[in-house]
């Protein structure tokens, strides 16, 4: 009885919480940016590669060009226009405190888009960042300020949605604002993991407990646990009516009635969003794709504003009874599951090893082989790793150094870390402007230009996995979608960019001598004839610049017709 007393309070507490959470927002004072109902296919917080998603991806039923509007009176304060991240943005600041955002779109509305483009042709600069007084691009509640799109870091149509405390520029949770999304489906619970606290999450990892649903109420056998320190990972979904995969919102966990720890993502800021990595089973995420959320600190997991203070959610075992464990989790509107298992200590063992290159959280480290050198900041583990750091032989052609192995890609680092590399042969100076330090990371590559150090090429990356330096002496190119000095009827040119390492870092056009205004989309660059190529116009020259990540520049030369 008193067991379920003291998990009462404990709930009603939580409860406190949501509302009060809630109450310290406007509500209803923005509307949905759509003119159709709002339907999610991701909320805030939920789980990214390396970040939290900062905002609401709102539906626009697989369609572009939908109208987007303002949420509340302001004034555009800020637009971006960039190849990936958030594409083509607009940042409207609202005379109560707060900042909405309204990412992936397609277009302006017509006069600031005007503004955009003549801001682009007078740089000669196709990005761009800008920023606005209050007076210059005033908006009202419910204009139309853009049509949705698919550009920047999109993989299909949708509006990204924020909303952010204009001050602190931190993100908030946009559904504690009183928005009008029908959600009755409680979060549903697919596993449940611990981990032996005595050294690190990462070794050995996750042990898997088989759930089952029985009634509203998730359950699991007894754990059983060698280890008098343990702490307790779940892998579980929210979902609204529609049915996408959404982030948890909150989660408890309670050991014989008494809260132990908690978490809830009501707001997070880009400059932390990356302690995402610390919040999560990282390994399982990028290895095997399976999301699993500690329900536990992390020593090196800094983030602001995310968990219960001074509950770290760590469990020691002193005796070898059983204890009783509930997880709750619950949505913002409420909805609610639980899961109840007991954990029992049996058969303690032994603590796991640590090596000689074991890197702790908070504590800064230099290690080295014959040829490498990595400097990891105090800020770069979450937890406590054993680090392997060797070199081997590189099977790539144009290498000119052995390949630096710094532990694997499914372990994560906080910051950007400094790693040196020795070639293995004599470089001229010309050389040496073309060497790039060549990262991969398993599921992909980065080519970042090498800073020379005497002999020592240096790079910074902010993951782990094998580097190597390569000599490139290639050149980018681009490839155009119509026959050369063909008559082009369409609406639009399309260069497809290609390099054999790294990027195209730099791409200039130049149509009959001045600079033309292309979009890049991806590898593509994607030109929408306008009056600067009118049609009916004649032969006309385009003349592209681009540069690889390496510096080597490629000139060339293509006519077509209009």
Known sequence: MKIFSKLMVAICLITTIITQAQNNYPQNYFRNPLNIPMQLAANFGAVRTNHFHMGLDLRTNSQENLSVLAAADGYVSRIKVERYGFGNAVYITHPNGFTTVYAHLNKYFDKLDEYVKEKQYKDEKWEQDITFQPGQFPVTKGQLIALSGNTGGSAGPHLHFEIRDTKTEECLNPLLFGFNIPDSVAPIISGLYWYDRRFSTYEPGANGIAVKKVGNTYTADVVKVNSPMVSFGIKAVDKANQGFNLGIYKAEILMDGKLIYGFSI???????????????????????????????????????????????????????????????????????SRLTTKVQLTNAGSGIATSGKTILPNEGKTLTTENAEVNFSKNAMYDAVNFNMYEKNSGNENTVSNTIVLQNPYLPVQDYYTLKIKPNRKLSKDEKDRVVALFNYGSDKDAVKAKWNGDQAEAQFNRLGTAELILDNSLPSVSSNWKEGAIVNGGTLRLKGSTKVGDIVSFRAELNGKWLRIARVKNDFVYVFDEKCPKGSGSHTLKVTTINSAGNTNIQTFTFQR
């Open 266 to 336: 009501d707001k997070v800021s880009y400059d932390d969003t990356r302690y995402l990595n610390g919040c999560i089973d990282y390994t399982k995420f990028i290895r095997d794709k399976v999301g699993i959320q500690h329900l536990s600190s992390l020593p090196g997991m800094k983030l602001q504003n995310y968990s219960v203070p001074n509950l770290s959610g760590i469990i020691n075992l002193q005796d070898e009874n059983v204890h009783n464990i509930e997880i709750v989790l619950k949505d913002v509107k409420g909805n609610t």
